[in-house]
């Protein structure tokens, strides 16, 4: 009997929210859920945790169903409270179909001392209306094509001169400027491509075996390494100065890689974010996957031959 008291006085005395911590809650909220065709909304999504936890995100792509399109999205913020960090991210959509969607629930992971727990937002719906057209008002007349009058006066002295000009900067530069040069010998420098670096090292972390040996962070940050300096190579991109939430952002928008090697590549960077940040430590076959899929997102988004008209053929993003 006093044991039992004694439990009832522990709790009285302590709150629940201080023994066990902050359980992590999710929601999504839209701005307005009623717009026109084309009107586009702002869809927020909310996440509290306690300040020990590591949270994911969900990564989205460019539609959120087959009629709710994603137009932009904003990266992550995080608010700090007495009870732990909110985390908020903004999602802009519209459609460009009437009738009302679903936008289906969220998926969002959290690791605490006790796992990896994943955590599901509720479902919302949203409605678009057709354009309403006033088919009372008359249809106004075509307005027919008129012709552009011609200035006044005579310009063809204007073309002479035109035409003159190249042949004057022709004459200057074959009598005044050109003059023999004398030959040159460069030595030439043979650079490698920059896809053909990251297989190479790639191959050198394998050999190291880390992750066998128990290196897991050593492992996952070599590999997030070497694909972040192929990015700057292969496409001109400061990706060893940008977060995995930004180079998410600025793949998606660039649409120079097809969905699969986008998701190949998002989930060995938050793998690698997860291993280095909070202490996540992969099974095998994570780690296996990890490295097969940074081998085909190089395979695959390496320069193709001059001839091919590929969307990998862009330097840039």
Same mark, same amino acid.
């Given at each position: &009997?006093?044991?039992?008291?004694?439990?009832?006085?522990?709790?009285?005395?302590?709150?629940?929210?201080?023994?066990?911590?902050?359980?992590?809650?999710?929601?999504? *909220?839209?701005?307005?859920?009623?717009?026109?065709?084309?009107? *586009?909304?702002?869809?927020?999504?909310?996440?509290?945790?306690?300040?020990?936890?590591?949270?994911?995100?969900?990564?989205?792509?460019? $539609?959120?169903?087959?009629?709710?399109?994603?137009?932009?999205?904003?990266?992550?913020?995080?608010?700090?409270?007495?009870?732990?960090?909110?985390?908020?991210?903004?999602?802009?959509?519209?459609?460009?179909?009437?009738?009302?969607?679903?936008?289906?629930?969220?998926?969002?992971?959290?690791?605490? *001392?006790?796992?990896?727990?994943?955590?599901?937002?509720?479902?919302?719906?949203?409605?678009?209306?057709?354009?309403?057209?006033?088919?009372?008002?008359?249809?106004?007349?075509?307005?027919?094509?008129?012709?552009?009058?011609?200035?006044?006066?005579?310009?063809?002295?204007?073309?002479?001169?035109?035409?003159?000009?190249?042949?004057?900067?022709?004459?200057?530069?074959?009598?005044?400027?050109?003059?023999?040069?004398?030959?040159?010998?460069?030595?030439?420098?043979? !650079?490698?491509?920059?896809? *053909?670096?990251?297989?190479?090292?790639?191959?050198?972390?394998?050999?190291?075996?880390?992750?066998?040996?128990?290196?897991?962070?050593?492992?996952?940050?070599?590999?997030?390494?070497?694909?972040?300096?192929?990015?700057? !190579?292969?496409?001109?991109?400061?990706?060893?100065?940008?977060? $995995?939430?930004?180079?998410?952002?600025?793949?998606?928008?660039?649409?120079?890689?097809?969905?699969?090697?986008?998701?190949?590549? &998002?989930?060995?960077?938050?793998?690698?974010? &997860?291993?280095?940040?909070?202490?996540?430590?992969?099974?095998?076959?994570?780690?296996? &996957?990890?490295?097969?899929?940074?081998?085909?997102?190089?395979?695959?988004?390496?320069?193709? $031959?001059?001839?091919? $008209?590929?969307?990998?053929?862009?330097?840039?993003?």
């Amino acid at each position: &009997m006093k044991k039992t008291l004694w439990y009832i006085i522990a709790i009285l005395a302590f709150p629940v929210t201080q023994i066990f911590g902050q359980s992590p809650v999710v929601s999504i *909220q839209l701005k307005n859920d009623s717009l026109k065709i084309g009107e *586009q909304t702002v869809l927020i999504l909310n996440l509290s945790a306690d300040k020990k936890s590591k949270v994911v995100f969900p990564i989205v792509k460019d $539609t959120l169903t087959s009629q709710i399109e994603i137009i932009e999205q904003s990266g992550i913020d995080s608010i700090f409270n007495a009870n732990g960090i909110d985390y908020s991210q903004k999602i802009y959509v519209t459609a460009f179909d009437s009738g009302v969607f679903v936008i289906p629930a969220f998926k969002f992971l959290v690791q605490n *001392q006790k796992g990896v727990d994943s955590i599901f937002s509720t479902p919302l719906s949203i409605y678009f209306q057709d354009v309403q057209v006033d088919t009372a008002k008359p249809a106004k007349a075509i307005k027919t094509v008129r012709d552009i009058p011609e200035p006044p006066g005579d310009y063809n002295w204007l073309w002479w001169l035109l035409l003159l000009i190249p042949i004057a900067a022709g004459l200057y530069y074959w009598f005044k400027v050109r003059k023999p040069k004398p030959k040159v010998t460069i030595e030439s420098v043979i !650079e490698i491509p920059a896809h *053909q670096k990251a297989l190479g090292s790639l191959q050198d972390l394998e050999n190291e075996k880390l992750w066998q040996k128990g290196f897991y962070k050593k492992y996952h940050s070599r590999l997030s390494e070497i694909i972040r300096i192929y990015l700057e !190579e292969r496409y001109k991109v400061p990706a060893l100065e940008k977060t $995995t939430a930004e180079i998410s952002l600025m793949i998606r928008n660039s649409k120079l890689v097809s969905i699969s090697e986008y998701e190949s590549l &998002m989930q060995l960077l938050q793998l690698a974010d &997860m291993v280095k940040f909070a202490r996540y430590n992969p099974i095998g076959s994570e780690n296996e &996957m990890s490295f097969k899929n940074a081998t085909s997102f190089v395979e695959q988004t390496k320069p193709l $031959t001059q001839n091919s $008209t590929d969307k990998h053929e862009g330097n840039g993003i």
